[in-house]
């Protein structure tokens, strides 16, 4: 009889990989922040930097492997996806270059499942049930607590980790779609390709400030991060179910706003965490929503 010892460790280190991602995620949003507010780098350059190095480095381990075929049926779908990823891309920098505080941030960009759950329900043909509007509601009441936008403090600026949420369940919603006819591994190969050649091309109006040697070590360290992020959710959702490391992914949240007071003296207002409450509480409904067939 085989051991349940080696079945009952991939769960295990499903959630270690997931926490990692999140400890990696939350050096990238801090480094990134630190190169456009402080060495005064703009946010278009600092996008294209940050994943240009990241291509670089997993672009060896890609070729050790042999890259995936780039065969699609829907190559403008494929390319829709990569340039909705791009503005997102954009869209959560710009955010952090405008002095967004990182907690604030990742916790509005935590809503974007519910705006998949509305968008599946529009464009995919997905029922969306009473449970599930439930959730989207108590979701986005939580962004919107987070976001206080009659408040002497809220700013325009603010609105961009919303945008990144919107435009990154797009690039999901067309991702479901696409994985019904091409390959898994195509998938994955055209938005790593490609996700730093289009944000070359947006940057291009702005132009490209290259950075001094202090700008290169932390653009450098931020993609290497992206790319060991990228590595570690692949790792995590390799290792255990979906429904079991997603909810470790939330630990991405007191990370990232315990870096943010680390490095800019950021405390967070209690209204950050009521809707954080809110927005976990309610993606976690959904979660265990969608779970249930699964399981039964």
Do not use: C
Not at 154 to 171: Q, T
Not at 223 to 229: F, M
Not at 259 to 271: D, E, I, Q, R, T
């Amino acid at each position: 009889m085989t051991s349940p010892m080696p079945a009952a460790r991939a769960p295990l280190s499903g959630a270690v990989f997931m926490i990692l991602a999140g400890v990696a995620f939350a050096g990238v949003n801090t480094l990134e922040q630190v190169a456009t507010t402080r060495l005064g780098m703009p946010a278009p350059t600092a996008a294209f930097l940050q994943y240009s190095v990241a291509l670089l480095a997993v672009l060896p381990w890609a070729l050790r492997r042999g890259l995936p075929s780039l065969r699609t049926r829907r190559p403008w779908l494929q390319a829709a996806r990569v340039f909705l990823a791009a503005l997102g891309v954009q869209a959560w920098v710009a955010g952090l270059a405008h002095g967004v505080p990182i907690g604030q941030a990742v916790a509005l960009v935590m809503t974007s499942p519910f705006v998949v759950t509305i968008g599946a329900g529009l464009f995919l043909g997905e029922r969306v049930s009473a449970e599930r509007w439930l959730a989207v509601t108590v979701g986005f009441a939580g962004g919107l607590v987070i976001l206080d936008p009659f408040s002497e403090s809220f700013s325009a600026a603010s609105l961009y980790p919303l945008a990144a949420a919107i435009l990154w369940a797009g690039v999901s919603l067309i991702q479901k779609r696409l994985l019904a006819e091409d390959r898994p591994e195509a998938v994955a190969a055209w938005l790593l390709l490609m996700l730093a050649p289009v944000n070359f091309v947006m940057a291009l109006p702005a132009g490209i400030v290259l950075p001094d040697v202090h700008g290169w070590l932390v653009i450098v360290a931020v993609g290497v991060l992206t790319a060991l992020a990228q590595g570690f959710l692949t790792l995590a959702y390799a290792r255990a179910d979906a429904a079991y490391v997603q909810p470790f992914d939330h630990v991405k949240l007191p990370l990232n706003v315990l870096a943010g007071w680390l490095v800019f003296g950021w405390l967070p207002p209690s209204g950050l965490w009521l809707g954080a409450a809110l927005i976990v509480g309610a993606s976690m409904f959904l979660l265990w929503r969608e779970s249930r067939p699964a399981a039964a």
